[in-house]
């Protein structure tokens, strides 16, 4: 059978019927692994994994990676640290360990509670690439994940001219988008899933994965990018369903769970590229002149983004708390 399946240059690779939809992907799409699961990452091969509170939580509990838990633990004993302290070793220790797995990054989260602090934002950012280096990871595999608010994007600004990359993280607005691309920021997560979940509580309807309001989010912030020309790189994030992310396939990058991964592991479905850089170009955008002022108001007339950032910065400030409080037990 002839191949019609290509890679970015447009050179045929192999035939559809030999092909997952996963290897599919892989073709056009960096391809990253949502979860802190190290026996996951081996089996889905991502070139990059991303963390967070809540996934490091739910993978510390579990009896594989006491020893890493131990390790943090006893660290903190020789020291004297705070709980807190002992979260931020035990985010880096995971971090290693996930870095001798894939050839790519992983990215660390700043703790949320620290949202709207900048210059706290930036001292953690400068302690979690310290500590990587101090285990010889150089910090070209490391993202900082920072919430994206007015003092995350600043915190990103200063970090970046210090070469430290930035994940920017609970991004659901063009506002935000911008703001990242214009502070330099290495990479952005547009949450599609959770913004499919506000419109379809707000709206009281369901969206089919190409009409879906988080997917189409994703796909006009490519779009300004690229014509642009920002290097900032666009990660969807945040999937619901397999589809949902597929309608995505020739994006930068895709960060996706576990249980969607192997949905498309399983499947040979043809898998159509829907973005690239020199098909979103669109000369009837207008670039957008984005201040402290203007980024708040946008942000504020977004009834959607201002919800789920307030409600993502929470949630994640609780799983870390949780954290933090299984680490004091430990101790």
Known sequence: MKSD??????????????????EQLKMFTRVVADTGDFALLRQFGPEDATTNPTL???????????SLVEKAVQDGKKGAQPPDDLMRKL?????????????????TETSAKLAFDTEALVAEGREFI???????????????????????????????????NCNMTLLFSMAQAVGAAEAGAKLISPFVGRIL???????????TPSEDPGVQSVREIYAYY???????????????????????????????SPDLLAEMQASTEPVPRKLSPETSRDARLSRLALDEKKFRWMLNENAMA?????????TFAADALKLEEYLGRKL
């Open 306 to 314: 201002t919800e789920k950032l307030a409600e993502g910065i929470r």
């Open 197 to 207: 979940d506000w419109n379809k509580k707000a709206n009281k309807r369901d969206y």
């Open 130 to 164: 310290g500590q990587y280096a101090k285990a010889g990871v150089g910090r070209e595999r490391v993202l900082i994940k920072l919430a994206t608010s007015w003092e995350g994007i600043q915190a990103a600004r200063i970090l970046q001219r210090e070469g430290i």
């Open 226 to 256: 690229k014509t642009f020309g920002y290097p900032t790189e666009v990660m969807g994030a945040s999937f619901r369903s397999k589809g949902e992310a597929l309608e995505l396939a020739g994006c930068d990058l895709l960060t996706i």
């Open 91 to 107: 985010l880096v220790l995971f971090g290693l360990e996930i870095l001798k797995i894939v050839p790519g990054r992983v990215s």
């Open 5 to 22: 399946v290509t890679n970015e240059k447009g050179k045929p690779v192999a035939a559809r019927a030999a092909l997952n939809q996963l």
């Open 56 to 66: 490091i939580l739910k993978a510390a509990q579990k009896p594989d990676y006491q």
